[in-house]
């Protein structure tokens, strides 16, 4: 075991604040990691302030993030696909159990028996796992994802969470070259959702309460932007839209978005409101259309997912700001 530097809160009101963790010594299937860069992704500051207590309690001290980049230091004697030296990224799991059926078939993220990469239960040091907030960190070799030598990590780091939670159900839907593809809300995930359908040569179209985003959904690839709350806007676009990402976080109306679907048409939330969503089901009724929810991806579909942007040249938009500056961010 050796001690590592790190940033973690001791309970839902303080700051974060540094630290030092334990890290266990490599076992033989480990990969022990320099941290380059960690993304800051909005569960971060849920779980910090323990504002999923009632599915997700927070244990303190907590040490958050999930979406780590960085260089390989040392590995265990069974590992076989990395090296000192190599690039890696860690996402939001860091164990499964390997034999259900989820596991048995991929899907490692819907495994009722996974470990998160921070506030799950440690098997090999006890207490509870901390994340990327920190220096390194340890991981075994079936959950480390190799990362294109092409791409800038700092922009790789998102593409752990909100890139995986934007690509797995873009991907899923099908083939969706020159179908019309709708992306609601443009934020950490819905930027990420217009490249992917960008890149698999869908006409995206984003949707948002925002004018101010109109200039940015452009330039991320969008080719037309409806304002939400333009009803002649939503009404021209009524029945036509043969898939929609939803990344929107906050309350908002799902029926008027179902309403843009054609036949045969889905939504898939990605965003998580704290409200329950109070569904139509005429909204569904007609036109056959549907209503989906999907969560990241399993370690296979994730590096498809890097793969895929290194071959497209594919980044999350961030800003660069050093550890210490993390409570302001």
Sequence with gaps: MFNAKAYSAVSATSPLASTTIPRRNPTERDVQIDILYCGICHSDLHSVRNEWSSIMPTIYPIVPGHEIVGRVTKVGFAVTHF???????????????????????????????????????????????????????????????????NLDLAGVAPLLCAGITTYSPIRRWGDIKGKKIGVAGLGGLGHMGVKFARAFGAQVVVITTSPSKIKDALRLGAHEVIVSTHVEEMQNHAGSFDFILDTIAADHDINAYLNLLGHDGNITLVGAPEKPLAVSAFALLFGRRSLSGSIIGGLRETQEMLDFCGTHNITADVEVIPIQEVNTA
């Design 83 to 149: 090296k000192p030296g190599d690039l890696a990224g860690v996402g939001c799991l860091v164990d499964s159990d390997h034999t259900c059926p989820n596991c048995l078939d991929n899907l490692e993220q819907l495994c009722p028996h996974q470990t998160l990469t921070f506030n799950s239960p440690d098997k090999h040091l006890g207490g509870v796992t901390y994340g990327g907030y920190s220096e390194s960190i340890v991981v075994d070799e079936r959950f480390v994802l190799h990362i294109p030598a």
